[in-house]
């Protein structure tokens, strides 16, 4: 296997989904390798414009661009990353990883990040946001509730695990909007801070479960089962970027 067929695999097993059709002598995109390719191309359209802005500030090739990630978006990230690297040798790429989509906002509007890429990212005065792609979120549950959690009102007596609500709005009213439409208020649960030592605890004991994007759930996985719900539940994904000329209050 060369280079670029071990990272499509590997993306491939961290989306959970299947891009390419390798039947034929020419491996060619799967209905959902084409989907993705549109949400790629906004990532790298975004990413690529931070790198341009961090030359202009650099003024020339080379220079050090700061970028937030959330982890839930590693894979496309990891490609848009990949990307910007080779049409900019000369930049210096540093990533920060963080639960905390107020951290980040918060750091880019103090100018400690030349970009971030946030989920359900809420209003912030010196930042501005470019929608990148709708995430799907599945539901990580006990392995007993397997075949039943995809109606969200039978998760209604299990705690929920999610973020602090300080630090990620959008996504934690995302969730109970989704709840509520099911019929119930979600019983608190752990809050949500180190996803896979949550997922290998509480999920896998059966005392709690949560959302998370597609992929995260590892396939092997016995105790803790990755379900889609119905109906589906989507979170924006956007590239955060400073803006230098924020709109004066209201």
């Known amino acids: 296997m060369n280079g670029g067929d071990h990272h499509a695999a590997r993306l491939e097993c961290e989306l959970g989904l299947t891009l390419f059709d390798r039947s034929h002598r020419r ?6 390798g084409q ?27 080379t220079g050090l661009l700061r970028i937030g990630s959330s982890v839930v978006f590693s894979p496309r990230i990891e ?8 049409a900019h040798p000369g930049i210096t790429l540093q990533v ?18 030349d970009a971030a890429f946030v989920a359900a990212p809420p209003d ?3 930042v501005r946001v470019h929608h990148l ?6 539901l990580a549950v006990p392995a007993a509730y397997a075949h039943t959690a995809g109606n969200l009102a039978n998760l209604a007596e299990l705690p929920l ?25 979600p019983r608190v649960g752990p809050t949500l801070t180190r996803i896979q030592d949550l997922l290998a605890g509480p999920v ?18 016995t105790a803790v089962a990755a379900i889609q719900p119905d109906p589906p539940i989507r979170a924006p994904a956007a590239l955060a970027l400073p803006d230098p000329h924020p709109a004066p209050p209201r």
Do not use: K, M
Request: charged content about 15%; glycine content about 8%; hydrophobic content about 50%.
């Open 79 to 86: 490609a848009a990353l990949a990307a910007v690297r080779d």
């Open 204 to 221: 896998a004991s059966g005392g709690c479960w949560t959302v998370l994007p597609a992929g995260v759930v590892s396939q092997d996985s």
């Open 124 to 126: 912030t005065p010196g």
């Open 161 to 185: 695990a999610r973020p602090a609500r300080a630090d990620n709005p959008g996504i934690y009213d995302l969730i109970t909007a989704a709840c509520q439409a099911a019929g119930f208020t």
């Open 133 to 138: 792609w709708d995430e799907r979120l599945f």
């Open 35 to 61: 989907a993705f390719l549109v949400h790629a191309r906004r990532a790298l359209r975004g990413i690529d414009c931070a790198a341009a802005a961090a030359v202009d500030i650099a003024a020339g090739n």
């Open 27 to 32: 491996a060619r995109l799967t209905p959902d």
């Open 96 to 113: 920060t990883s963080s639960a905390s989509t107020t951290g980040q906002l918060a750091a880019l509007a103090a100018d400690d990040l």
